[in-house]
């Protein structure tokens, strides 16, 4: 926080919440100008504390808070309202985005225009449905702010355009590389699904199910093996 011991008016979002003690909560929060970080609410667990009807996940807050260390003080929470409540399969999207924001995202790492995308995913995702499209579109932010950007419109391997009408393997933090054909279950790409990819176009049924392959495989690899909790639940369901 660069030696500011006190920070008021913060843009911020809940992504998890836990208890500590009998009358506390630790929360893990998102904010604009912050980036990632826990916070002592004290006394937020009281039945009569101010605080229960304003810790609400996938809202829009604005917090302040003091101290230096890891976990600061939570001094002040409001909510700024806009935002409808998430509900149904929207519900669990928004756990997948917390839990890769909480696993992938370093501590107190500022990143204005991922928390902008996120407030705009959260927004489609509460007024137009569960477009899975939006969920990639904010993967490839999240990949973009860490370092990770996609290779997508040219060739890793020759340096040439990408073409609609062939096939490529993506090579994780190399990019596509062209294979002379597709066979099932080796996870290679029609290149058309790469340029819709670097168009940001989710709209064709084959782009939907081979852009969800490879973000998938992309964010396995840098989650370092770590579950997702939200995924588990997602295909429990489905399941039932």
């Known amino acids: 926080m660069s030696g500011r011991q006190r ?14 003690s009998e009358s506390s909560l630790i ?12 916070l002592l609410a004290r006394g937020a667990r009281r039945p009569r504390s101010a605080l229960r009807g304003v810790l609400i996940g ?3 807050l604005e917090l302040g808070w003091f101290g230096n260390g890891e976990v600061k003080t939570l001094a002040k929470a409001e909510w700024t309202g806009g935002l409808p409540l998430l509900a149904g399969r929207c519900l669990l999207f928004g756990y997948y985005l917390n839990e890769l924001l909480m696993k992938l995202l370093p501590r107190e790492d500022a990143h204005p225009a991922l928390f902008d995308a996120y407030g705009q995913t959260l927004a489609v995702l509460a007024r137009e449905g569960a477009d899975t499209g939006v969920l ?5 932010t999240l990949l973009r702010e860490l370092g990770y950007g996609l290779q997508l419109d040219r060739a890793a391997d020759s340096g040439q355009p990408v073409r609609a009408d062939r096939w490529y393997r993506y090579e994780i933090e190399r990019g596509p590389v062209e294979v002379a054909e597709r066979f099932d279950g080796d996870g290679a790409l029609s290149g058309a699904t790469l340029l819709a990819l ?8 084959r782009t939907a199910v081979e852009s969800k392959l490879l973000m998938r495989q992309l964010m396995n690899h840098y989650l370092g093996g770590q579950a997702l909790q939200s995924r588990r639940i997602f295909v429990e369901l489905l399941e039932l």
Not at 27 to 38: E, I, N, P
Not at 136 to 140: A, P
Not at 198 to 205: H, K, R, S
């Open 7 to 20: 920070v008021d008016a913060a843009a911020a979002f809940l992504l998890h919440v836990h208890p500590f």
């Open 27 to 38: 929360l893990d929060v998102f904010s604009r100008s912050h980036g990632r970080l826990a």
């Open 58 to 60: 996938f809202q829009p």
């Open 136 to 140: 990639r579109q904010f993967e490839q």
């Open 198 to 205: 670097a168009g940001g176009d989710y709209t064709d049924e």
